[in-house]
């Protein structure tokens, strides 16, 4: 079945819609709420959305064309995605360390096949995981002070202490 739009807006076809969703693409990209990196199967920076660049305080325009082992070596970032990728041919993750200050960010990757079967591009979906990670170093600290207080009050009571 060869269904068109025109039933639901007259005048306008598929290749309308398609041409519409082009032109506002990136406005579609800025729309979400995770950092998103889109880069193609050598490693070329193609787009960043304004998530991406307000998470890294990187710009669009800053990044377009340069290659991300460049982006690494300058600090950036401390580990890339896309080699990973596009050799698997698969989904991957990490947490990654932006370079310049002290947010943490889980990444999650994924390859977009081109006609031939073969990756075209990888889009990297990056979230600020800082506080979360702050948060639980924190409850990890309690617990040992927690514990570190058990052990000198089950001393002072004679109690013995079992520090497993």
Avoid: W
Wanted: charged fraction near 25%.
């Amino acid at each position: 079945m060869n269904t068109t739009f025109t039933d639901l807006s007259p005048g306008l076809t598929m290749k309308d819609y398609e041409n519409l969703i082009k032109e506002f693409c990136d406005d579609i990209l800025d729309l979400m709420q995770d950092g998103i990196f889109i880069s193609n199967r050598d490693g070329i920076t193609l787009r960043i959305n304004k998530a991406y660049e307000n998470l890294t305080g990187l710009s669009n325009k800053d990044v377009f064309g340069k290659h991300l082992s460049e982006l690494q070596d300058d600090g950036v970032f401390d580990v890339v995605l896309n080699p990973e990728i596009v050799q698997k041919k698969r989904p991957a993750s990490v947490v990654q360390k932006l370079g310049g200050s002290n947010k943490i960010v889980h990444l999650q990757g994924f390859p977009v096949f081109g006609a031939d079967g073969e990756v075209a591009l990888v889009v990297t979906f990056a979230r600020d995981v800082t506080a979360m990670t702050q948060l639980r170093e924190a409850i990890a600290e309690q617990r040992r002070t927690i514990e570190k207080y058990e052990g000198r009050i089950a001393d002072i009571i004679g109690i013995q202490h079992n520090t497993e």
